[in-house]
């Protein structure tokens, strides 16, 4: 399983990115895919995941509202669309996946639940 993700940028207080995880060896709808995110000596934090076929986006309390994940079921890609940024929101982003959705399911904000990692894509607002 290969998950490459794009669209990290540098973004002024208050813009607006999309980011993107092109995954190859793993179907987008059979188990959970999504994003985290991780500053140096902080651990790893979900931030918005798709989850049974994508019917079921889950977004941490930091980016509701702000954030909206979709999928492409076709592409088996999956889209973070995040507007209104914030300096806080300045981070590694990183995609996964995992397609036991008995396991990821439970608790999909979980990051310890995914097996497939990206290499993460960098966003800095200021």
């Known amino acids: 399983v290969q998950l490459v993700e794009s669209g990290g940028a540098a973004v002024q207080n208050g813009g607006s990115l999309t980011l993107s995880c092109a995954s190859s060896?793993?179907?987008?709808?059979?188990?959970?895919m999504g994003w985290f995110r991780q500053n140096p000596g902080k651990e790893r934090e979900g931030i918005a995941v798709?989850?049974?076929?994508?019917?079921?986006?889950l977004y941490a309390d930091s980016v509701k509202g702000r954030f909206t994940i979709t999928q492409d079921n076709a592409e088996n890609t999956v889209y973070l669309q995040m507007n209104n940024l914030k300096p806080e929101d300045t981070s590694m982003y990183y995609c996964a996946a995992d397609s036991r959705l008995w396991l990821c399911a439970g608790s999909p904000l979980d990051s310890s639940r995914y097996d497939h990692w990206g290499q993460g894509t960098q966003v800095t607002v200021s």
């Open positions: 798709v989850y049974g076929g994508g019917g079921f986006p």
């Open positions: 060896g793993y179907t987008a709808n059979t188990g959970c």
